[in-house]
């Protein structure tokens, strides 16, 4: 045998061996997921889907969420040509079902969030995906964000302390 069908048959079985590791199995990646805690969602989150599809332009609502005393702070424009900062307390808890259920109530004598959300995923990796318990059509995806964006903030009205 001359060198390069040596070449030519050892290049072969190594792209035979690299290949071999890759299959379809059933061994697929599941990523992590988290239990639904006060701990595993504090911190800032934005609307990412509503109804699988991404917010138009212009549109944004950012939630963030405070675990020593339950309480959230939302900024949002969609539903006003106005951003908005809502702020009001959160509840976490399991119904007769295991599900985690998330609601929560406005400041102000504002009244009780129109829906409450079975969260069905909330991931390691910081998605998690809200599903309203009286309407399973209504869902909404939040991906972690470092912070609610300053020109959110200032356009929104809110007063920093």
Not at 43 to 65: P, S
Request: contains cysteine; aromatic residues 16%; charged residues 25%.
């Amino acid at each position: 045998m001359d060198v390069k069908t040596i070449f030519r048959l050892m290049a072969f079985f190594l792209a035979m061996f690299a290949f071999q590791g890759c299959s379809d199995s059933d061994d697929a990646y599941s990523e992590p997921t988290l239990d639904v805690t006060p701990a595993n969602i504090a911190g800032t989150w934005m609307l990412k889907e509503w109804n699988g599809v991404e917010l138009q332009k212009g549109t944004y609502c950012y939630i963030v969420f405070t675990r020593k005393d339950r309480t959230f702070t939302m900024f949002q424009k969609f539903d006003s040509m106005y951003a908005r900062c809502i702020t009001g307390t959160y509840a976490i808890d399991k119904d007769s079902n295991g599900d985690y259920v998330v609601s929560g109530v406005y400041d102000y004598q504002m009244g009780e969030w129109n829906n409450s959300y079975i969260v069905t995923e909330l991931y390691a990796s910081g998605s998690m995906l809200w599903t309203a318990k009286e309407n399973p059509d209504d869902v909404c995806r939040y991906v972690r964000c470092d912070e609610v964006p300053e020109e959110v903030i200032k356009e929104s009205g809110y007063k920093t302390e």
